[in-house]
Structures are given as C-alpha cells and as structure tokens.
C-alpha cells in the first residue's frame, strides 16, 4: 500500500483555479446584500418611487409652477379648480397646488432634520449604554424611561403654546420626544452584540471603548437603526401636522399640510373639496411612502440576517 | 420477507433562489429490524436531508424526484396523503434531533410535550398520556421522572434535554429512530451516557436506528453498518468493521485519517481533505470527490462512478484504496517548516490544494521546547488564580450571598514555545480560565504573570502594550469576526490599533499574515461571510498573528469546524507554532485535539485543576478518575475498541457550581470516591516529574515524599 499510495507529494499538479478551500472565494456573494434586496423587493421600490416623485414635487414642482405664497388674495378667494388653478384656491386666495408644494416642503424637511438628529443623538446614546453596561447603563435607560413617561403631545401643546413655534424649534421638540426608541432599540442591538466575539477580539487588540462602540457596534446596529430612521420621518410628518390641525403648527405665512387640512374643514360642508382632499391625499401618500420602505429595509435586513 | 425499511432511489431536489439544489441523489439502503445503520460524512453532504426525507419532512422548496421510494414494512410512504404520512411520523419512525436547546419548546413543560405525540397518536385520555410520558422519561434514565413531568425546558441540563427528547421520540414505540446527531452538543462524558442509552434502548424494544453524525469515533462503537456520504450521495456502504478496516473510497481512508487520535505521533501532521464540498446547486460532471481526490484522473473528471461491488461492500469510486491511510501520510511538522523555508513561501504551498504537503524533504529539529520543566523562568504564569461571579440578585439584603465558583486557585506555568492544553467538560471553567490569562477578565484573588510582570496591574497604555504578547483565537468563527468589515480591515485593526508602521507597512503586513495561513491575497477584499468556516477560523489566527504574539490563547479553536478542516486548522496552528516559537494555551473539550497539540495537559473539574502533566504522562498513566474517566469517552474510531468499552466512562453530570461538592469536587462522580474524599479536599500530590493530581485514592502511585502542599500553595 505504502509503495503504491501517492500521497500529497505525488498527487499531481495542483487543479488550477481550485486553491485549497477556494470554493467561496471564486463565486463572490452579492457585494451590497441590502441594495441587492431592496432593488428585488417591489414594496421598497414602490416606496422610493414615491418619496422621489412628491420630493421632486415639493422641491422642483415650484421652479416650473410659480405662485404667490405670502400676499392674501381675498378676490381670488374659494376658487374652484380650472383656469390658472388647477386646484383651485382656498380662503385666502393661496393656490392650492401652490401651497401644496410649499408645505410639503416643510414637512419633508422637518422629517428629514428630525430623523436625522434623533438617530445620530439615539443611537450613540443607546450604544454607549449598552456597552457600559451595569450602573451607567441603569442610569441612561432610566432617564429614558422618564422621557417616555411624559406624554408628548401634551408636552408638545403646552411648548407650542407657550413659545412661537419655528420650524427649527419644531425639530428640536420633536427630536427631544422622538430619539428616545432609536436609543432602545439601539440599546438593545448592542446587548447582544457586545458579548459576540469579535467585540472581545478588539478589546484583545487593546482597542478602546469608544472604538468598539463607534467601529464595532453602531456599523452592526446599523440596520435598525436605519429602518427606525425611515418611521421616524412619517411620525413627525405626522406629528408636525397633528400640531397644525390644531392650529397650533407653524405660523403664518408658513405653509403646511395639517394647517391646510383645518382650514379645508370648516369649508367642507361648503362643497369646496378641494381644500381637504389634496392635502389628505399627499399627507397620507407621503406617510405610507415612508412606512412602505421601512418595512421593506426590516424585510431586507431580516434575509440578510437569516443568510448570515 | 421485505426489509424492515427499504429505500430506493432517494433523490430530493431543492429550489432555491441560486437554482436547484440537489441535496440528496440515487441514495439506495435497507434497515432491518434491531440494526443500526451509520450515516456519515461531512456538514453539507446530505446526511441529516436524507434523514428528512424519510420522513416527507422537507424545507420548503423541496421535492422528491419521481423514482424515490421509502417502503416501510412493504409499505410505500413516497406519494402517501400528508394525512397518511402523519400518522407514521412520531409513531412508526421517529426522530431525535441534533440540538436540544431548540428542539424544545421552551414554553410547555416536560410533560406536555413527551405526551403530545401519545396524545396525537394514540387517542388515549390525557390522564393515560400522562403516565405514558412518566413511563418513557423512566427509560430514557432521568431521574424522577414524575417530578420532572412538570419541569420546563430551561429547568434541565443539556444530558437531560436530550433524554427528553429521545422519550418523545420513544413515547409511541417507533420501529425506526433517527438520530440526527443527537450526542453533537454534549460533552464527552454525557456523548457516552446517551449512545450507551440509544443502544441499550434499540436492543430492549427491537428498534431500527438511524444515527447520522459526522463523528467516526461515534460510528464506530455505534453502527452495525456505515453509509458514507458525499456530496448528496452514497460514497461507500459496508459493514462497520470492514468500513474501518478495509475502506475502499479514497474520502472514507481520507475522513477517517484526519481525525486526530489520542495514540497519534505529535509530531506528524494529521492527514487533511483539502478544498470543500462541492456546490450542490451545480455539481461537477465526474466524480464528485474528484477535485478533492488525490488519486483522481481525467476519467474521474468526465466519467461519475456509480455505486457498485458486492452486496455487503458497495462502492461508488474508479480508483478504490484498500485499507486505511499510513500515519505519516500527512507529513511531519519539522517538513512542513522546513519545505515553507526552501520551498518559496508557506502561502504559494498552502494555496495549492494539499496545504500541508511538504515541498522540501528533510529533517529539522524542532524549534520547540521539548522539556517542559526546563529550568528557565516561565513565560506565563498562573498563581492561585480565583474568579467567582455572584449570582444575580444576591447583593439585595435577606438573600444568601451566593456566587458560582467558575475558577478556584488554579496555578500552572507556560514556557516558551510549549502549548498547554487544558480539559474538561462545559461548566468546568476553563473558558473563565482563559478570558483570565489574556486579561479579558481579571480574577478576584492570584495573578497572572508574563514575563515577570503581573499583567492585573497594568493599566492604561501600559496594558495596550502589553496586549501585543498576548492574543487569542476564538471558538465560533462566525462571531469572531465582525461581519461589516472586509477582511482587511479586520487584519489591519490590531496594527492600528497598537499604531504599528505606517499604512503601507499595514498593508504589506495584512498581506503576508494572509499568506502565513494560506488564504489567497484576494480574499482580503471579501467579507466575512463569503468564506467557509475553517477559511473563517484561519483569519482570526492571521489576526491573533498580527501583533507577533508571545502567547496565543486558543478557546475551542476547532470545536466549530468540519473533522477534515479541524485537521487543516490544527496543523496549521502546528506549522505556525514552529515557525514563530510561539506559546500555546489550548482550551477543548476534545481529549483528542488537546492531545495532538499539547506538550502538557491540564485537566479541569469544576473550576480546579485536578491534573496536570505531560500530554504522554497524562495519556498513559491518568492518576485522577476524572482523567481516566474522560480519557475512556472519548470516542475512538475503532469498532474494535469502541465496542470493548461500552457503558465505560463518567456516570452523572456536573454539579451546580454555585453549591460545588464538600471536599473532592468530583466525588459525586467518582467510582473510587470514600467517606475522606467529603471531608477533606485532596491536594496536589507529585506523581512523577512535572505530573500532578489531586485525589486522596489516585489510580497510581504517587511519587515517594511529593512535595504536593507546597507547590499548590495551600495552606
């Protein structure tokens, strides 16, 4: 047997192209996992189109379509769609298409600020508790557990009321109620992931605290953290308009969708539908634009954890 | 008179969004009544979806090809009715899973679930179900089984899981149990307590087995007769004897000899498979172990063989072997480093499909400590190491303090260029015991020392340092790496970290680390998850290399992989040893493993360390029972051998940490145990040069006037 057995010496050339364990290194896998999931799910898509046409609208829209958002109108007031006002006026003599895109403005920036700020302040907030750990943690948590106890619209309404809301100030309100479950969520990612091994391995290297968080942590909380972004946008759209519905948004000549809205109902009964059903629509479409691709980003992470 | 189960033409097909897989192909074999048949192979070859194929238990996208046929007593179950089908499930053939933290629903007791099957099949009351459940836990051997009916989950330990579900599967008296490798999770000693369990259980009800595993020291004591599987289909299929003796499959000869064996030379390195299984969305042409194959030829490539010989010896192989592979079939460690040196760079030989072959024939001596009581002061030190971690809620007043005993003065010496292996069963410590050495954790009471210097006081920079002699690889590749960054990056952070050359430099670096563990220099723009397991595993020992370590401590590094890749990573963790003189601490539950890398081997038992000695010493003359008893389960590929030792080894599990033992921890194990041994705790005795143990009745005798007390540091 031993005369005969070639053994690894004489087992010929080695197979080109074939290197030892090569098997996966040839057939890369998709390179953007999220990217490559998002594309093929049509939710996503649908969403991302969506959000792309109302921002091109809002944002574009009063380049091509120019109308006079700050001087009252009364002559021109209750206009019916047609003419020069392809949905009409409302009862200061604003076009309604006009203000549409104006106000959408708004909301879409105060989203944006709000998602934005909430999430950077949460999730370091919430990765820096979770990897101390022990009292530091207790006591971080615990401080967010005070902020949930207080009801935000009440809050909200008395802050409104008692200061002239601008949109910056709008955003740091909504910020202060809102950056609360990124921090949770975040939070509760990094309790799990601190005790993986890599996170010991860094800590080998002598890799400090702040490296592991900001290395290690944040980039793999990265996926709830994104997909609590994109709710995070809806709610303060939402939010925002809630406040204005109740006339306490953004003053005039500010315009919004929620302000719109009241000023839409008290003409219903008047027959004039287009002050309520435009910004309905669009407030809505915008609302479910956001959820739509948040839940597709929850989908896609959730293959992407199942592939790993 | 039909076979008890008769499978023909097996072949399940899987859609998937890559394409169809074709998971298991032509697989053909019998099952009498009283028989247990062998599945093995390695992960992904198809075993455990045979298994579930059996069963018409699929994943969703999966079929059965036309032509399959599964005939239980001359009954087709193939095309039967799910309805049908549902009533030989968990009734006439049933299964026992691999895991049993998941195949348990943790939220019904004990006794809901061993009944449920009785309840589905049976149509007894619930009262009737209830004492069948009672009846079977009895036979599965867990204790008390009434007390236990009502007991969750959670509430067992892993052995009694295991029982559990063995008597779900039993509750309605299957006539063929699948076991789908039910002993994986378990420690040696529990491994050996559930298969002399499933085979005392098959011989008193007359059952058919099915035991998949990819363990050949399991097969061997466990089988009557083997199928090897590969890649979907049947390689070889014999009786267990003639399997291990005259295999005819070159992957059979291959797989067998790169398991690592506690007689094996040290020296030699373990015989490997190189490469992986092949995709088996698109399977080659040829054979399917051709790539692998180191007699394969161009016929091999075209042609695919088919399964043929005589009715006891099928075969599926052009160029079949006879017998087992020589030992010195994979080399020495001494070539290996010798051939890197003269033979153009360990990573151009590592890279060409037989990583381990040497390049260069020659004999060098080994730049190795051999004698581990040399003279010299240690490298790393141990002394009266302690770490104890209260459990929760025991700091609020009214409640006893009490606090789980993970490491207690446990003292040994590393020196320079030797590994210390250290043992023992899950719960034992030895993990604690390693965060410890590194400084990942830091003990309540003793020191670890490097080098002189007490590594608990450094702080700050100093610390960081220090961190470059010390590294460590870890058990579960998977978790180990972070899965966001490319590889790398993952090699540069230490670098970084430690602010090590310029970025160039790093580079250069990361480059030649990936080549010192033969990984291919375009993996370092993948990530993680784009490489297979052991690939995974050799990253994270490129990392712990990046610093020039003095010290690698190693937890678990092979417990995670394949057995042919465990033999790739193990000699690569030799070859690098070699080349760089570096010290290792290896921490497993594999006797095994412990042994081919060890110099000395330290054996643990609920947070002390019982034994200590050289790997040889230990092997050959174990003074604890503990030792003996660990030392007889590990499973042996050899029939022969296997089946002399059945219903050997350790009885019982671990006990609770938190409340250990009086005196002698092992006591409550240990056959030789005696009214001294819960009085009075043993102390280390001298049991030759360099061997220690700690038991009042050892099983050799120990040295005349040992030093024991002093040296343990005991009062």
Known sequence: ?308 | MPPLLDVRNLTTHIRTGRGTVRAVQDVSFTLEAGETLGLVGESGCGKSMTGLSLLGLLPPGGTLVEGSSVRLDGRELVGLPDRELRTVRGNDIAMVFQDPMTSLDPTKTIGHQVAEPVLLHRGVSRAAARERAVEVLGLVGLPQPRRRLSDYPHQLSGGQRQRALIAMALANEPRVLIADEPTTALDVTIQAQILALLADLRARLGMAMILITHDMGVTAGNTDRVNVMYAGRIAESTGTDRLFSRMRHPYTQRLLASVPRLTQDPALLLPTIPGLPPDLADPPTGCRFADRCPYATARCRAEEPQLDGTAEHRFACWHPVDGPAPAEIGGKVADAVAGAATGGGEGAAATTGLAEGPAAAGTVVRPRAPEPAAAAAPLLEARGLVREYPLRGSWLPGRDRRVVHAVSDVSFTLARGETFGLVGESGCGKTTLGRLLVGLDRPDAGAVTLEGTDIGTLRGGELRRRRRDLQMVFQDPFSSLDPRMRVSAVLREPLRIQGIGTAREQRARVAELMAEVGLPERGLDLFPHEFSGGQRQRVGLARALALTPKVIVADEPVSALDVSVRAQVLNLMKRLQAAHGLSYVVISHDLAVVRHLADRIGVMYLGRLVEVGTAAEVHRRPAHPYTAGLLAAVPVPDPAQERAKRGAGIGGELPDPAAPPSGCRFRTRCPLAQERCAREEPALRSFGPGHTAACHFPLVAPAADSPSDVAAGRP
């Open chain 1, 1 to 308: 047997m031993t005369a005969a057995d070639p053994g690894p010496v004489a087992a010929g050339p080695p197979v080109p192209g074939r290197p030892a364990e090569a098997g996966p290194l040839t057939a890369p896998a998709a390179r953007r996992p999220w990217a490559a999931a998002l594309a093929g799910n049509r939710r996503a898509l649908a969403g991302l189109v969506l959000i792309a046409l109302i921002a091109l609208f809002c944002f574009a829209g009063p380049l091509l379509y120019r109308t006079d958002q700050v001087t009252v109108h009364l002559d021109l007031a209750q206009l019916p769609p047609g003419g020069g006002h392809p949905l009409g006026t409302d009862a200061n003599g604003y076009d309604v298409l006009g203000r549409l895109m104006a106000g959408g403005r708004s909301s879409l920036e105060l989203g944006l600020a709000v998602a934005v700020a909430t999430t950077v302040f949460g999730t370091l907030y919430g990765a820096f508790a979770g990897y101390l750990g022990g009292i530091a943690d207790a006591l971080m948590m615990r401080a967010v557990d005070t902020f949930l106890a207080v009801p935000g619209l009440v809050l909200l309404l008395i802050m409104v009321s008692m200061f002239t809301p601008t949109l910056p100030g709008i955003v740091l309100l909504l910020s202060l109620l809102s950056w609360l479950s990124p921090a949770r969520l975040v939070r509760g990612e990094v309790l799990t992931l601190r005790t993986r091994e890599f996170v010991q391995a860094a800590r080998m290297m002598g890799g400090t605290g702040p490296r592991v968080v900001l290395r290690h942590l944040v980039p793999n909380a990265a996926g709830v953290v994104i997909v609590s972004a994109t709710f995070t946008v809806a709610d303060s759209i939402l939010m925002l308009s809630t406040l204005s519905f109740l006339g306490l948004g953004l003053p005039p000549p500010h315009a919004d969708w929620g302000t719109m809205l009241t000023g839409g109902l008290d003409f219903l009964y008047d027959g004039s539908w287009w002050l309520v059903y435009p910004p309905a629509v669009i407030l809505i479409a915008t609302v479910v634009a956001f959820n739509l691709l948040g839940d597709a980003l929850h989908d896609a992470l959730d293959v992407r954890l199942q592939r790993t």
